[in-house]
């Protein structure tokens, strides 16, 4: 018993860094109707912000209290990270919104890797994995049999506050009456006064923010590289499509499901190589029986 709720609290810590990155997958599809296939490698940017940041930090502030470093180094990596998504939504995507859509899908796969393979060609950073300085001070606290490091107290806790305050910014703010606004109706909305370009800036701004959270979380309990956002930006976009693409409750059930898949499929199969198989079979199964999603919702369309 105590074995299989290990694997569910290490299924928990996977599942909540997928689960804030599906959000930004899932919110500018629900904006946009939009697949931002370069969401994974924007996370991916964001792990190696909080690299540089956590060590410039560590360098010049080697005194100062872990958690001032820590708060530091995810604002630096928030800040950055949402930069960079208005600046690819302002210079690539705005450009194409009339355009086919298979346009931005093969846009977006290009920035993709031009992220890549720009941090492979930087001097410094290449594809050497790397990992972020302990910002958490170690420890543990046992439960029943099983133990519980700090950094999954830290990883889960701050994941659930983060997914908690992004819900609530979506129901309860301005800005969330506005985006939800927009991806009911686009076009009737801007005469109504609504900014429609820079609700979507925000959009893109507050998907990459949530990402940037789940990067330095990442990047403190596994190794990163320049081509981890392939692999873990499929998975996210698995984990909302799985939950119901372009809802965000959906993106964050979509994502534990998903992180109980990659943990639990080797303590079955005894082998972690079927964790591509599963969790695609998975998706594949749920596409044929309920194309929408688990929470997703079938939205009519007047012709």
Not at 134 to 157: C, D, K, M, R, Y
Request: net charge positive.
């Amino acid at each position: 018993m105590s074995f299989f709720l290990q694997q569910l609290l290490n299924a928990m810590q996977v599942g909540s860094v997928y689960a804030l990155i599906a959000l930004g997958y899932t919110m500018v599809y629900g904006i946009l109707t939009m697949i931002n296939f370069a969401h994974g490698d924007i996370f991916m940017v964001s792990t190696y912000l909080a690299f540089a940041a956590s060590g410039l930090l560590l360098a010049h502030l080697g005194g100062a209290s872990p958690l001032v470093i820590f708060v530091c180094t995810i604002v630096v990596a928030v800040l950055g990270t949402s930069l960079l998504a208005v600046l690819i939504e302002r210079a690539a995507y705005k450009p194409l919104r009339n355009a086919p859509r298979m346009s931005a899908v093969i846009t977006a796969l290009g920035i993709g890797l031009l992220l890549e393979n720009s941090f492979v060609a930087i001097k410094g950073i290449g594809p050497t994995p790397r990992m972020l300085p302990p910002l958490i001070p170690a420890g543990e606290v046992h439960v029943g049999g099983i133990t519980i490091s700090s950094l999954q107290l830290v990883i889960i806790g701050l994941a659930l506050l983060t997914m908690l305050a992004l819900d609530l910014t979506v129901r309860k703010t301005m800005l969330g009456i506005a985006m939800r606004a927009i991806s009911w109706d686009h076009t009737i909305v801007p005469l109504m006064g609504v900014p429609k370009d820079r609700i979507i800036s925000l959009t893109f701004a507050l998907g990459a923010a949530v990402a940037a959270v789940g990067g330095t979380l990442y990047g403190m309990a596994y190794t990163i590289d320049p081509y981890m956002g392939i692999r873990i930006g499929w998975w996210a976009f698995i984990s909302a499509v799985v939950g119901g693409i372009g809802n965000i409750r959906g993106a964050m059930l979509g994502g534990f499901i998903l992180g109980f898949v990659e943990i639990f499929t080797p303590v079955v199969l005894k082998s972690s190589s079927y964790r591509d198989m599963i969790a695609f079979s998975l998706l594949l199964v749920l596409l044929i029986f309920r194309p929408t999603g688990i929470l997703g919702r079938t939205v009519s369309q007047k012709v």
